[in-house]
Each structure stands twice: as structure tokens, then as C-alpha cells.
């Protein structure tokens, strides 16, 4: 009796260890498509779409235990993106979209990619540089603020990161946090003395 006479294929469905949905004009990420690669699946590029935050639910993504490499360039993402946590997650490209604040996306990247080592965010009013009219100062702070926060970065946009920049970014950003928390112990310090001595007055 032929096996595939009911119509059913005995082939087992096709697996990939990438994927490309780039150029399709999407509104939403096709899990259709990307769900079954769940035990293969290693780079998937999403670039070059319509994905926002209102429509790109990416809480599925972390069902994807191998990916390592996840390409966003060009959508309309925002700073407030919530992405899932994915501890196989080494790259992630998001240039080109709409980040501005970059603490509270470094914050998110920081916390659901703890392995990452390379982070490509170039064209983001978030990552002023040359290319956007950011001044060479802008550049530099902003690159000693993402290396300072993500230590295990190996790369940031286009260019390697050096231990002499590491190096700078910890002493900078340490001594930036150092002068804020001694600014509030000492706001706080003030604010009880003025508790003490208005408790005082008859």
C-alpha cells in the first residue's frame, strides 16, 4: 500500500536555521512561519517591514531557544519595545526605527538579552553620530553610556569595543552614580534636620 496515498506527506516539515521576512511590508510577525523552527531556528531578520510596538507582540520570540541573531533595521520601533527574555540572543540589529530615549531601551536589551555582544542601533535619535548630526562629544557619550551598561558588548554599531573604552565607560558612569547617590543622601540628610529643627520651634 502506498504511504502517501491518504494525501498525507511522511516527509517531516522543512526546518531552517534562518529565516528572512524582510521587504514584505508586515504588520505583524508571521508565527505561522517561525513557530515550527522552534528547535533549529538561529537568525531571523524582520527588517525592512511596518512592525510597531502597537502590532509586534514579540512575546512568542522567546520560544526560540537557539536564536542568537535577531534583525529589526528599518520598522517603526520605539524605545518602549518589551521584548522577551531570550538568554540564546547574542545580536540584535534595530537601526534605522524610531528610539529616542536611550536609557529605558538599554535597560530592556540589558535585561532580556543578559548574553548579548553585539548591538547595531545606528540611525536611532538614541545613537547620535556623524550620520545623523550628532557631535563627536554626543558620540562618545553615548557609546561609554550603552558600554557601560551591557559590560559583555563586543561590539556597538559598526565598531568594536576596546578595553581602554570599557574601561573609561565604567569610571565614568561610576563616578556619575557615585555624585548622584551622595546627592540624595545628602538631600535626604538635609530634608530630616529640617524635620528635627521645625519639631523644635514652640
Same mark, same amino acid.
Given at each position: ?31 505561522? &512561519?517561525? =513557530?515550527? $523552527?522552534?528547535?533549529? +531556528?538561529?537568525? #531571523?531578520? /524582520?527588517?525592512? %517591514? ?8 514579540? &512575546?512568542? =520570540?522567546? $520560544?526560540?531557544?537557539? +536564536?542568537?541573531? #535577531?534583525? /529589526?533595521?528599518? %520598522? ?24 529616542? %530615549? ?101
Amino acid at each position: 500500500m502506498d504511504p502517501n496515498a491518504s494525501g498525507q506527506s511522511s516527509q517531516p516539515p522543512s526546518s531552517f536555521q534562518w529565516l528572512s521576512f524582510a521587504y514584505q511590508a508586515l504588520t505583524e510577525i508571521p508565527y505561522e &512561519a517561525i =513557530l515550527p $523552527q522552534t528547535d533549529t +531556528l538561529e537568525v #531571523l531578520d /524582520l527588517s525592512f %517591514n511596518l512592525l510597531d510596538d502597537v502590532y509586534w507582540n514579540p &512575546a512568542l =520570540l522567546g $520560544q526560540l531557544e537557539k +536564536l542568537s541573531t #535577531l534583525i /529589526l533595521d528599518c %520598522n517603526n520601533y520605539t524605545s518602549h519595545i518589551k521584548f522577551p527574555f531570550m538568554a540564546s540572543v547574542t545580536t540584535v540589529c534595530i537601526n534605522k526605527n524610531n528610539i529616542n %530615549n536611550l536609557p529605558v531601551f538599554v535597560e530592556e536589551i540589558r535585561r532580556k538579552f543578559p548574553n548579548i555582544k553585539i548591538l547595531s542601533m545606528m540611525n536611532n535619535e538614541a545613537a547620535p553620530s556623524y550620520f545623523n548630526g550628532g557631535s563627536l562629544n554626543q558620540y562618545t557619550d553615548y557609546r561609554q553610556y550603552v558600554i557601560s551598561q551591557l559590560p559583555g558588548l563586543e561590539v556597538l554599531d559598526d565598531t568594536e569595543v576596546l578595553e581602554q573604552e570599557r574601561v573609561q565607560a565604567r569610571r565614568t558612569y561610576w563616578l556619575q552614580q557615585s555624585h548622584s547617590s551622595r546627592r540624595r543622601k545628602d538631600e535626604s540628610r538635609k530634608h530630616t534636620h529640617m524635620l528635627k529643627k521645625s519639631n523644635t520651634v514652640i
